[in-house]
């Protein structure tokens, strides 16, 4: 079935009537302005809004912190020593794993790091990553010092994916071209699944066919990824994946990480790693002892006893996720991004190009806006018009309508502001 979509008010108001999942919003805070007036708020894809259920659980654990001190290790109503437990089988259901492959840890730049340990074991003739040309600075630092580490040098180590010349989009055939040049030298391949500027989605299973068929290892930094596209990570085939937890998955500023490693690595203990005890085998943990005998899966990269307020907040947002589940979010994606799509078409004026695919298989939420010849001002303008949205320079706006509290409305007061301000 596809809609015939309308940019009118009526039109944007009949589709929020309808939407199965309009009941949502009302379960996160959204942002409001000086002037009392909500925010038209398109920035989930940086910061996730808050589940209204957040407080409840956090006073949960502060309670009975208060009541129980050490001992609510065991006795918290959600004790708290298996506590990253009680995460999995949620974030497993967001990101299509097992739960044995999945576990909730540190941070996303930690934990690219704590991947490259095991998935990255340059040798004199095998010693290349792959990356995108404009990945996440971050990614490019963790990647840089890793190549670095083990004593190449990141001129002849690091095979850069770029668009080709007048085009913002990495073509597939380009990624295939240079695995199949270059594969007996690439070590791993390390994309963002999602690209945080331009929003780009790639294909994720294809990548790992090519790669292994080449000796290379896969993998995936999901930041902008996990809780935003129907992600079937297990079934993709690829090495390992990490991801945040503070943008499409609402838990919250700085919060933990999400880490992935495909359960065919889940028992090789002699994958080399940095070990803690939490990545202890649970039976001997506290024996301390023993020789490190790392848990089946991803947990035995566990380093440190993790974060229970922080958890907390996790488990109110996962909850929801639940609940709802990513097909249905991801059925809202494709309308409530293609009415974005749509809106930003139908503006006379040819100085804004969106530079996302078309292809709706090729990207979630977010579309970036290229405004041709701007400076920040028009940004700084929508954003006085009550619109958070990002800037990235030097000329792309990004917004990304998220399904769980987004509206149609909300998108279309969005491209209004923006009509209101480039004329
Ligand atoms: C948001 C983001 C990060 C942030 O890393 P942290 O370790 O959570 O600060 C890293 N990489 C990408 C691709 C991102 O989008």
């Not at 040098?153 to 010349?165: F, G, H, N, Q, S």
């Not at 790639?202 to 129907?230: M, P, Q, T, W, Y």
């Not at 566990?302 to 097909?327: C, H, K, T, W, Y």
């Not at 078309?358 to 806006?369: E, M, N, P, V």
Request: proline share 5%.
């Amino acid at each position: 079935m596809t809609t015939i979509f309308e940019a009118t008010t009526a039109f944007a108001q009949k589709m929020d009537a309808s939407d199965p999942l309009k009941d949502y919003r009302s379960k996160f805070h959204m942002p409001v302005q000086k002037n009392g007036k909500e925010h038209i708020y398109l920035c989930g894809n940086s910061l996730g809004l808050q589940p209204k259920t957040v407080r409840a659980y956090l006073e949960e654990e502060l309670k009975d912190w208060e009541r129980y001190g050490v001992e609510g290790h065991f006795h918290a109503k959600h004790p708290w020593m298996p506590y990253h437990e009680f995460l999995t089988d949620a974030m497993a259901k967001v990101v299509g794993a097992k739960p044995i492959e999945v576990v909730v840890m540190n941070t996303l730049s930690v934990n690219l790091h704590l991947m490259m340990v095991s998935f990255y074991r340059p040798t004199n003739t095998r010693f290349k990553i792959v990356m995108e040309s404009d990945a996440f600075p971050s990614d490019r630092y963790a990647i840089e010092s890793q190549i670095k580490f083990h004593g190449f040098d990141p001129a002849d180590a690091l095979v850069e994916l770029k668009p080709r010349t007048g085009e913002e989009l990495i073509r597939h055939e380009d990624i295939e071209k240079v695995i199949q040049e270059q594969g007996n030298e690439i070590a791993l391949i390390l994309l963002g699944g999602v690209n945080y500027y331009t929003g780009q989605v790639f294909d994720f299973k294809e990548i790992a066919r090519l790669g292994h068929s080449k000796g290379c290892l896969v993998g995936f930094d999901l930041a902008h990824g996990a809780g935003n596209l129907n992600l079937q990570l297990h079934d993709s085939n690829i090495d390992f994946a990490v991801w945040c937890t503070y943008k499409y998955l609402n838990s919250g500023p700085g919060s933990l990480g999400g880490c992935f490693v495909h359960e065919r690595h889940a028992n090789d203990k002699s994958l080399p790693r940095f070990a803690g005890w939490w990545g202890h085998n649970k039976e001997t943990r506290f024996n301390m002892r023993f020789d490190f005998d790392p848990i089946a899966g991803a947990e035995g990269w566990q380093l440190s006893n993790p974060p229970i307020l922080a958890m907390a907040a996790m488990r109110a947002s996962l909850d929801i996720f639940d609940e709802v589940g990513m097909e249905k979010l991801n059925q809202k994606t494709i309308l409530l991004t293609g009415y974005l799509e749509f809106l930003l078409d139908n503006i006379p004026n040819e100085s804004i190009r969106i530079i996302t695919p078309r292809d709706k298989k090729q990207r979630g939420c977010q579309l970036s806006i290229q405004v041709k010849n701007a400076d920040k001002t028009l940004f700084d303008q929508i954003t006085k018009d009550g619109v958070i949205a990002d800037w990235r320079e030097p000329d792309v706006i990004r917004v990304a309508p998220i399904p769980l509290y987004n509206s149609f409305m909300d998108v279309y007061r969005f491209v209004e502001v923006l009509k209101k301000n480039l004329s």
